[in-house]
């Protein structure tokens, strides 16, 4: 079955790719035929459909070819999106063990907030999560944390339609509600989804910030409100709003970039 799916000329498609890699000056056509043992004019029906895509270029001066930014640019996205993940990892975990609830990750996307990593409590009463979700901004904590970061024509891209689904009948589903809400948000530092989407539930979220100040996710605190006094929620903000500062400041120490 291996082999039946085996396409070779994508195989040398990525050899082409990896070779132009390590050439910081680029290759001529002539060598990297010869070095991949490629047919010459394969070799140039390859480059050529990657230059048309615009992940290879050509210089005039000497011909040779080299891989532009645009490829470049797909290391580095998603080796800067596995680096949220584990830069978080060690503090939510931290966090979790601290408090024992659940808490949970999100990464700002161009118009979404989607959850992409939870930490489940031991606690068998728990809320569950599944990693892809969406976090809608006007309800959850995820994505209120968000939204109160961003600018009004970005946030009108996150919230997508005119209208606003109802979860609960605490659900706050009118667009002046959200806007005095996500105010609330940027002042105070943190969001609170209150049986928002889920009875029963309490949800404080937090900003996390790139290098360069933009708002590039998010991460909450789950619990049921039935062991959520006031003083142990108090406790709650303190400790997501804390945790979040630190993954930013570890973001902002690799170069974390959105």
């Not at 406790?235 to 974390?256: F, H, M, P, Q």
């Amino acid at each position: 079955m291996a082999a039946k799916n085996h396409i070779d000329l994508v195989i040398k498609t990525l050899a082409v790719m990896e070779f132009l890699a390590t050439a910081e000056r680029g290759k001529a056509l002539k060598e990297i035929s010869a070095e991949l043992n490629l047919v010459k004019s394969s070799a140039f029906r390859i480059l050529f459909t990657l230059k048309e895509s615009g992940y290879v270029e050509q210089t005039e001066a000497n011909g040779v070819y080299r891989l532009t930014l645009k490829a470049n640019a797909l290391a580095r996205r998603s080796s800067e999106k596995m680096r949220m993940t584990d830069i978080a990892r060690p503090h939510l975990t931290a966090l979790r063990d601290e408090i024992d609830e659940s808490v949970a990750l999100a990464e700002r996307r161009s118009s979404s907030v989607v959850l992409v990593d939870v930490y489940e409590t031991s606690h068998p009463l728990r809320l569950s999560f599944q990693i892809g979700d969406e976090c809608p901004v006007h309800a959850t904590a995820l994505g209120k944390a968000v939204g109160a970061f961003v600018s009004a024509e970005e946030l009108q891209s996150l919230l997508g339609g005119a209208t606003f689904p109802q979860y609960t009948t605490h659900t706050k589903t009118k667009i002046m509600q959200l806007k005095s809400d996500l105010v609330a948000v940027r002042r105070r530092g943190y969001s609170t989804n209150d049986e928002e989407t889920v009875a029963g539930a309490l949800l404080i979220g937090a900003p996390l910030f790139a290098a360069a100040g933009s708002v590039c996710g998010a991460i909450s605190i789950n619990t049921p409100t039935a062991r959520c006094s006031t003083k142990r929620r108090q406790s709650l903000i303190s400790a997501v709003v804390r945790t979040s500062e630190n993954i930013s400041k570890d973001l902002r120490g690799i170069g974390y970039s959105y």
